[in-house]
């Protein structure tokens, strides 16, 4: 049994790493920004199936601040960094995300190092792979990094591109001992525990929750958070993991309109018909919800966005369920959970 810490134990993919981290029979810490989310998060790991949490521990620590790091990290074997800020909406000031990201990951990389940690994982982005390639016509690969000198680069790209570039330089500056690998996810489907998911969940849920007369003309690559969680843990402790990026992505990219026609097929209408009269505010809700986030964490309108996750199969055996299966299981447990309503009308 390893000792663990997983940073932002609250979100999405950082509950379901500590759900398979226990699973696998490891001793768990998980950092939160405000201890009154503990009851949260045990219930989020009962919901996702977890019957033993006893082996899980809560440190408050927050990326903005040295405080709570060390004792944080103290004893652990290896780290999963996982937290970091996702906006639903492109930030007025950039470094609003920039700098808790950059500053963040190294925060938590000079603790490690300090306190003997092993390995730290830590979740990148595709969004510090293949943003600002013009005329890119061939899959995105880990030896492509986002220029943050090209076009349509919004301040979600530049930091996790800035805060990944940071960790890696970081670690071959002073690192020391310390190893380090990252997984670069596209857009993260899958189970819903709780109030806390990926910000690309709320496109599942916008047309879950109704029949779309039209949708943005935009495609982009899925995976299911339980393979990206999956894949933090081959890379925890695999030697080839040692050094290496790793792209997460399950299959070729998919459009907004594919998705909704994997729900119609699978889960039938989500959501109540929208009468006529009622169409052009529905619209104008929908695409106020799906346009923002997209901007914020997908290639733009029109943009190449395939990519290869071969690496991670080759190298440590990784395979991800379809983009069906990662569809349907965000759907399902939107409605186990009540976030969207189930009506016929």
């Known amino acids: 049994m390893s000792e663990v810490l997983v940073t932002g134990g609250s ?32 219930t989020m790991l009962r919901r996702g199936g977890a019957t033993d949490t006893g082996p899980l521990s809560f440190h408050a620590a927050d990326l903005t601040s ?5 004792a944080a990290v103290d004893g ?17 000031e950039e470094d609003e995300l920039i700098v808790p990201a950059r500053e963040g990951t190294l925060r938590v990389l000079r603790a490690a190092r300090d306190a003997g940690v092993r390995r730290v994982v830590v979740t990148s982005s595709f969004a510090a792979v293949g943003y600002g390639h013009e005329g890119r016509r061939r899959p995105f690969d880990e030896t492509d990094w986002s220029r943050l000198d090209g076009p349509g680069i919004q301040p979600y790209p530049k930091s996790k591109t ?14 020391g001992a310390l190893e380090l690998a990252t997984i670069n996810p596209v857009a993260v489907l899958g189970p819903v ?14 047309l879950l929750a109704g029949q779309a007369p039209a949708v943005p003309r935009i495609s982009f690559g899925l995976v299911d958070v339980r393979d990206v969680a999956d894949l ?3 890379a925890m402790t695999d030697p080839a993991a040692k050094g290496e990026r790793f792209l997460a992505m399950a ?6 309109l594919e998705i909704a026609q994997v729900l119609r097929a699978r889960m039938g209408v989500g959501g109540r018909r929208v009468p006529r009269h009622e169409l052009p505010d529905w619209l104008a809700r929908l695409l106020g919800v799906v346009v923002p986030q997209l901007r914020a964490v997908q290639p733009l309108l029109g943009r190449y966005c395939e990519a290869s996750a071969d690496k991670a ?16 299981a965000t759907a399902e447990s939107l409605l186990e959970l009540g976030i969207v309503k189930r009506e016929i009308g």
């Open 162 to 175: 800035l805060a990944e570039r940071a960790a890696w330089e970081f670690i071959a500056r002073e690192g």
């Open 232 to 234: 933090h843990l081959r």
């Open 193 to 206: 525990l709780g109030p806390d998911f990926s910000t690309s969940i709320a496109m599942v849920q916008a």
């Open 11 to 42: 979100g999405f993919i950082g509950a379901h790493a500590i759900l398979q981290l226990l699973a696998a029979g490891h001793r768990v810490r998980a950092t939160l920004r405000s201890p009154d989310r503990q009851s949260e998060v045990l």
């Open 251 to 256: 299959g070729r990219s998919v459009s907004l």
């Open 66 to 70: 040295d405080e709570g790091w060390a």
């Open 313 to 328: 199969r080759r190298l440590l055996g990784w395979s991800p369920r379809s983009n069906e299966d990662a569809i349907v």
């Open 76 to 92: 652990c074997n290896y780290v999963l960094h996982v937290a970091s800020p996702l906006p639903a909406a492109v930030p007025k």
